[in-house]
């Protein structure tokens, strides 16, 4: 079945930076467009950055556009989400799937916390 393994969050300060990994099996991911998503405590989950199967023509929200980077590595099927400058709005719980569309089951996720 899908299954998707998010690690590399962590507590960091403000500035500081996080890459965080998702490992994806049970379906073809190298022919997936795949995102990362984030969800903070009482908001909506939101995706913030995906890519093509090929790996092109990232695409980020307006919060984390020149600061997060997506990437992909097809042949281990794993996702990274590299993040830099990060701020306390960050503060939230990411998690990775297909995009823009995705599938029912999602992973843990990854809790990531910017505080001083």
């Known amino acids: 079945q899908v299954k998707f393994v998010e690690s590399g969050g962590g507590l960091v300060q403000p500035g500081e930076s996080l890459r965080l990994s998702c490992a994806a099996s049970?379906?073809?991911?190298?022919?997936?467009?795949m995102g990362w998503y984030r969800q903070a405590p009482g908001k909506e989950r939101e995706l913030v950055a995906r890519i093509t199967s090929a790996g092109s023509s990232p695409h980020y929200a307006d919060s984390v556009k020149g600061r997060f980077t997506i990437s992909r590595d097809n042949a281990k099927n794993v996702v990274y989400l590299q993040m830099n400058s990060l701020k306390p709005e960050d503060t939230a719980m990411y998690y990775c799937n297909r995009a823009p569309v995705t599938f029912g089951s999602w992973g843990q996720g990854t809790q990531v916390t910017v505080s001083s």
């Open positions: 049970g379906f073809p991911g190298s022919i997936s467009s």
